[in-house]
Each structure stands twice: as structure tokens, then as C-alpha cells.
């Protein structure tokens, strides 16, 4: 990506933020919206929770610790069945709605026209991130690490906002996948979400 970490974490923020939302709406009665901003919140402590293993890494090892990264929040998952249904998942979530209309109607076509615009908002954000401080220390960070320290740059503050934002953004998408399938499962931490 933009800092140019190569990070399998993503499919675990996805989870996270996906059971987040799910465990808020079923188990504690939560509206569907503020579900949707918790597995968010979840994503991106995720995120500097991931960062923390791989902070003097480097390369491969960073994709590595990533990886058992996602490992270890599927077994977390499956160790705490009460909460979260375990292998067996957790149904029954409601849809999101705007007022007394369900996102779920027409085939839920409202699920459609809802990512659509926030996918528009998503990319009008990244690209103001992108032309931001933030952004080109980002991009300066993954062209020529060294040069970038030696003017300044902190590499452990940035990566750590990149990954605790990214987790956000990948918290949130797991949010909303679970509620337009109205189930949060195990299959949430599947690599195969890596290639959508």
C-alpha cells in the first residue's frame, strides 16, 4: 500500500470489526449504526495492537507476524463461545435502517447504494489523506526510509496511524459485510476476503 508494509492483518481487522458489531447488536441490543461505528473503534485497536509486534521488523516479517496475527484472533473467536457462538456463529443481527426503511429491501438494494457512497467517501478521504503531511511522510517513508528518519520523520508514529486507520476502514467493511449477511462466522477471518 501507500507506507508499503506488506500486511495480512487486514483480514483480521475485518473480522474483528465484523463480531464487533455483531456481539453489540444481538448480545447487548445495540442499534445497527452504533454497531457499525463500534466494529470501526475495534478496527483500529486492532490495528496499533497489531503494530506492536512488528515495530523493529522488516520485509517478510512483517507479513509473517500478520499472519498469526489473523491465527490468533480466529482462535479468539473460538475460545470464547459464550460471547461470540463460537464455530457455530453468531445469528440473528438486524439490518440497518434509515427510519421504518430496511437497508434489506428490494433485494437490499439500499446495502448497494450505502457502500457506493461510502466507498465515494472513502476514496474523496484517502486522497486527502494522500496530499497531506501525513500522507506524503507516508510515501516518503516507503521510497527512501532512511532519508525520510534523517528529516524528521518519526517511522514507528506514522506506520502506527497507517495501520490504526487502516484498521478502521477494514472494521468498519467487516461491519457492514456481517450486517448485510445478518450472521457474524468464522469464515470472517478467511484469506480469501484478501483478493475483494
Do not use: K
Amino acid at each position: 500500500g501507500i507506507s508499503g508494509i506488506f500486511n495480512f492483518a487486514h483480514v483480521g481487522f475485518f473480522g474483528l470489526g465484523g463480531y464487533a458489531a455483531a456481539i453489540s447488536v444481538v448480545s447487548w441490543g445495540w442499534d445497527a449504526w452504533a454497531g457499525l461505528l463500534l466494529g470501526g473503534a475495534v478496527g483500529s485497536a486492532a490495528g496499533a495492537l497489531a503494530y506492536l509486534p512488528v515495530v523493529r521488523m522488516r520485509g517478510i516479517y512483517i507479513a509473517l507476524i500478520t499472519f498469526v496475527f489473523v491465527q490468533l484472533c480466529y482462535y479468539l473467536i473460538l475460545a470464547v463461545p459464550g460471547l461470540t457462538g463460537g464455530s457455530s456463529g453468531l445469528p440473528g443481527l438486524r439490518s440497518l435502517g434509515i427510519g421504518s426503511f430496511s437497508l434489506h429491501e428490494f433485494g437490499g438494494l439500499g446495502y448497494l447504494w450505502l457502500v457506493g457512497f461510502a466507498v465515494a467517501l472513502l476514496l474523496i478521504a484517502l486522497d486527502s489523506v494522500l496530499r497531506s503531511s501525513f500522507g506524503r511522510s507516508l510515501v516518503a517513508l516507503r521510497d527512501n526510509e532512511q532519508f525520510a528518519v534523517s528529516r524528521g520523520i518519526s517511522r514507528v508514529r506514522q506506520q502506527m496511524l497507517a495501520f490504526v486507520l487502516s484498521g478502521g476502514i477494514a472494521g468498519v467493511s467487516g461491519a457492514l459485510y456481517v450486517s448485510y449477511f445478518r450472521v457474524a462466522d468464522t469464515s470472517l477471518f478467511s484469506f480469501g476476503f484478501v483478493t475483494l
